[in-house]
């Protein structure tokens, strides 16, 4: 069709009405694509490409992309689900981090070096980059603006350490900002049901990641339904806006009770078995447990520590410039669900569920991380404030830059301080770890998981020969006849306070007078015993 058809005749729209193209970017739709007109975003994506693997190479070669224990733990969940079945995700930690592992992590060098996870970090944390980008794109329509919000989160030192690590936050703050850029989307046009459905399922999917993105549902429940009132929709569209939402976004808690349900018998077992409650993990010298202003303190030190004042300034500038222009008007609203983590943190501290130590208030450092959810909202207010003149957007970038150097030469990376000083303080389990690693022969072996994680990963025991106590039936058994089952038999105990595994709780005792095993190694806290060759025959 010729382009006279089109003319002002058939569609008289005045030249002043067009909107550029800044304007028109935002309706791209969800799923991000490097067109060739948007420099902007081609520059952020290899940005954050560039910044990704550079970064990987770094840490990489200081050897501390698998400094966390939790970083081993994942992984171990991961491989042994590859190797034996889904039954091996485990009831506590939320399953969809490990599922993304599992197309590498069969891979002896992927899951050595924690690379199956580490993969997932980093296209999570370039995908981030892009969403953020994107986001502030549709609230100010100016990609100057979006490209200096994706950069104060891509260049934050911490976040760029985390992404090279086989830990689940890169994966929840993506799913968290898909949600933001989805809802965002919908309500600047809530005709388009696919941005709702789109945002709802990216919530359902960040709820099997880490629990903290529970908070989320609820939030983003009350949004939904703040717009549709907004919007004056009558009570049957606003009904059918609520009940897709709610299907599609409390979907992935659902299936995530039915699993703890139908593989443990008890639906909450992720919240109340002896391997989730709080007191494993919150000590009862927790100065935050029950005393609201501390809980608030801990957070916002944490807060401050992973992102750094100079951002944080920028932010909430850029928070009440958000307010003050949009005044609470429903197509600006779902950038405000990212500061859900705030609130949410402070309360589980306050209750106990959650521990976290910042050195101003514990004097140590222990899941500071948790600080790094704040990054989501941080940057997309940053980005905001800068919309306009060029001289808003050239203090912004300064200001980035300056929160860079400052956070570094204040703080430094937290994030891995936190590891290297939590490694260093337990020389045993790595001594351990070595000794197993040149006299462990591949026979079967009995091993608790909880608690001796470490080792088991530092010493690269193939985990289809450990019997443990996600080993459904044979874990009873071994337990109460080791010599028909396993030929070594590893136990601990921590001493006063530390606490004993199950396996040197029910055995230990009897191993002194066994003539099956001989003890072939001990240090202050651990016991190994082997079967002995005359036993075997």
């Not at 009440?320 to 600006?332: D, E, H, M, N, P």
């Not at 306050?350 to 130590?357: M, S």
Request: charged fraction near 15%.
């Amino acid at each position: 069709m010729s382009r006279s058809a089109y003319g002002p005749a058939a569609l008289p729209l005045p030249p002043v009405a067009r909107p550029d193209r800044a304007a028109r970017a935002p309706r791209a739709g969800l799923f991000v694509r490097l067109r060739t007109g948007d420099r902007y975003l081609q520059f952020v994506t290899v940005c954050a490409a560039i910044l990704s693997l550079g970064s990987f190479a770094y840490f990489y070669a200081q050897g501390v992309t698998v400094a966390y224990r939790d970083a081993g733990s994942r992984l171990m969940i991961a491989r042994r689900t590859a190797e034996l079945g889904f039954g091996q995700l485990g009831g506590v930690w939320l399953p969809l981090h490990e599922v993304t592992m599992l197309p590498l992590v069969w891979n002896d060098f992927f899951y050595r070096t924690g690379l199956a996870g580490t993969v997932v970090s980093m296209f999570s944390y370039v995908l981030t980059g892009i969403l953020l980008y994107k986001t502030v794109l549709l609230l100010t329509g100016e990609r100057g603006a979006g490209a200096l919000g994706a950069s104060a989160f891509l260049l934050n030192p911490n976040i760029l350490y985390m992404q090279t690590t086989p830990m689940s936050e890169l994966l929840l703050f993506l799913l968290m900002a898909a949600t933001a850029y989805a809802f965002i989307a919908w309500a600047q046009d809530p005709s388009q049901v696919r941005y709702l459905c789109a945002g709802a399922f990216a919530i359902s999917l960040a709820s099997l990641t880490r629990y903290e993105s529970w908070g989320l549902l609820p939030v983003m429940a009350v949004l939904v339904g703040y717009v549709c009132v907004r919007n004056r929709f009558d009570k049957d569209k606003i009904e059918a806006y609520l009940i897709t939402f709610g299907l599609l976004s409390g979907y992935g808690i659902v299936l995530w009770l039915l699993w703890n349900l139908t593989i443990f018998g008890n639906a909450f077992y992720f919240q109340n078995s002896e391997y989730a409650t709080p007191a494993n993990w919150v000590s009862s010298q927790d100065r935050a447990v029950g005393d609201g202003l501390i809980s608030l303190k801990t957070y916002g030190y944490a807060t401050l520590n992973t992102i750094g004042l100079p951002l944080l300034c920028l932010a909430a500038l850029g928070l009440v410039a958000f307010l003050a222009a949009t005044r609470l008007s429903a197509k600006g609203m779902g950038a405000l669900t990212l500061l859900f983590p705030f609130p949410f943190f402070v309360v589980m501290l306050y209750l106990g569920q959650r521990p976290l130590y910042v050195t101003e208030i514990m004097g140590d450092l222990y899941n500071v991380r948790f600080g790094l959810t704040m990054i989501l909202p941080v940057a997309i207010f940053c980005g905001y404030l800068s919309k306009g003149r060029g001289w808003r957007k050239a203090i912004v970038g300064v200001g980035i830059g300056v929160g860079l150097v400052w956070t570094l030469g204040t703080y430094g990376i937290v994030t891995l301080r936190e590891p290297i000083d939590d490694r260093a303080i337990d020389p045993i389990e790595e001594e351990t770890a070595r000794w197993l690693a040149a006299n462990y022969d591949d026979e079967p072996m009995l091993m608790e998981n909880f608690g001796n994680e470490p080792v088991a990963f530092e010493s690269a025991l193939p985990l289809r020969h450990v019997i443990y106590e996600g080993s459904l039936r044979q874990w009873e058994q071994t337990l109460l006849d080791p010599a028909s089952h396993v030929a070594w038999i590893y136990m601990r105990d921590n001493g006063a306070g530390g606490g004993r595994d199950k396996v040197w709780s029910a055995l230990h005792d009897d191993m002194q007078s066994s003539r099956d095993f001989v003890l072939v190694y001990k240090n202050n806290h651990i016991e190994i015993y082997k079967k002995q060759l005359a036993a075997t025959r």
